[in-house]
């Protein structure tokens, strides 16, 4: 499985199916253990992003960080990717067409990590892989079944950078993650 995570990820690092890439420093694929029955999912790199060709490195990243470690997780206990492989400009939303130009990377990596549980992090990302008109504010945390696999939206964590009112309920769903994971680890 690495080593075909491995060859999307170069293919990846030279698609130019949408005009994101012409403004790429370096494709943002992928970082974590892809082992790992939790994936979270943004919706497209940052600056620092871009530049150090890994997910969610920047302030947003860091926040997620201490997230993850309130719930006893880091890094290598999960698998971090984004909608989009390539950083907008200006930070802006990714289109509707760059999303689907950029999906079917997403899909294969979902095809070989094979998630048991999926956090959207942030509307953008909730609304392309749980529902269309999903809003986080009122459906955070709730653990939805789509295939095999469980999936919940909740704040992104540069949402939370700009609107820290809402981290004491990012944190419930954090909670709610490490709940779900410790149940389907004694499942398993």
């Known amino acids: 499985m690495e080593e075909m995570l491995l060859e999307l990820e170069q293919k990846c690092a030279v698609c130019a199916a949408c005009e994101l ?3 790429r420093t370096k494709s943002v694929f992928g970082v974590g253990n892809p082992r790992s029955p939790l994936m979270f999912v943004g919706e497209g ?3 620092q992003e871009d530049l150090k ?3 969610f490195v920047g302030r947003a990243g860091q926040l997620l960080d201490k997230f993850l470690n309130a719930i006893e997780l880091d890094r290598t206990g999960c698998y971090i990717a984004n909608i989009v492989k390539c950083r907008p400009p200006k930070n802006r939303d990714p289109l509707p067409e760059e999303q689907e130009q950029c999906i079917a990377f997403l899909r294969e990596q979902f095809r ?7 956090v959207c992090l942030g509307r953008i990302a909730a609304q392309r892989l749980i529902s269309p008109d999903f809003k986080v504010t009122l459906r955070h945390g709730e653990w939805i079944l789509r295939g095999e696999s469980l999936f ?4 992104h964590p540069a949402s939370l950078l700009r609107n820290p009112r809402q981290k004491p309920d990012a944190f419930a769903d954090f909670i709610k993650i490490r709940e779900k994971l410790r149940e389907l680890t004694v499942n398993s």
């Open 21 to 23: 890439h012409t403004g």
């Open 45 to 47: 790199p940052g600056e």
């Open 53 to 55: 060709g890994q997910p």
């Open 112 to 118: 070989l990590i094979r998630p048991k549980m999926v």
């Open 152 to 155: 919940m939206g909740t704040f």
